[in-house]
């Protein structure tokens, strides 16, 4: 049987969505390889994060709801790809989606809206490193025009192992 598509809209994120954020985010810290945080977050600890991504400006979060019922379904947000000066027209993006909407069409959805949003910024290259294995956001991100460019191998510890991270860019 296909995945269910879920009918959502993306819009961004607002501080009135960090309950629901983090808790996705905790998720992937406690379960998964796919962020190198180990503890996980309470809300309030998240705050900063949240508030470095504005509505408008280089650095944003796009929020993935369902339709009908608002709930959050994941998130996609671009950051300071690194804090020097020259790396500001660079920016790393990552997606995240809720547990329960995998394979629904989700991360597309919030890509293409953050992409579509970042079209009128000074913003020359994007960056994502993708702890590996994971088939999926591989071809997330090449669906969407990311090129691999290298592997840093063993770079990552968790869960009692070594974990690499192929990083991919994209032109914007």
Excluded: C
């Excluded at 944003?60 to 009908?68: G, I």
């Excluded at 997606?95 to 579509?116: C, K, M, Q, S, W």
């Amino acid at each position: 049987m296909p995945p269910e598509h879920t009918e959502a809209q993306v819009r961004p994120g607002v501080e009135a969505d960090l309950d629901a954020l983090t808790a996705i985010y905790n998720h992937y810290v406690r379960e998964t390889a796919i962020t190198f945080d180990t503890a996980i977050f309470t809300p309030e600890e998240r705050r900063p994060w949240l508030l470095s991504h504005p509505e408008d400006g280089p650095h944003r979060l796009m929020v993935a709801t369902d339709a009908e019922s608002q709930e959050i379904l994941g998130y996609a947000t671009s950051s300071p790809y690194r804090p020097k000066p020259a790396y500001a027209t660079s920016v790393e993006t990552s997606v995240y989606v809720a547990p329960h909407a995998g394979r629904r069409g989700i991360g597309t959805l919030l890509y293409g809206a953050l992409f579509d949003a970042l079209a009128g910024e000074d913003v020359h290259r994007a960056y994502a490193g993708i702890a590996q294995p994971n088939e999926a956001s591989t071809r997330l991100h090449e669906r969407f025009g990311f090129a691999y460019v290298g592997t840093y191998r063993e770079v990552g510890r968790k869960f009692g192992r070594y974990w690499d991270v192929a990083w991919y860019e994209k032109p914007l």
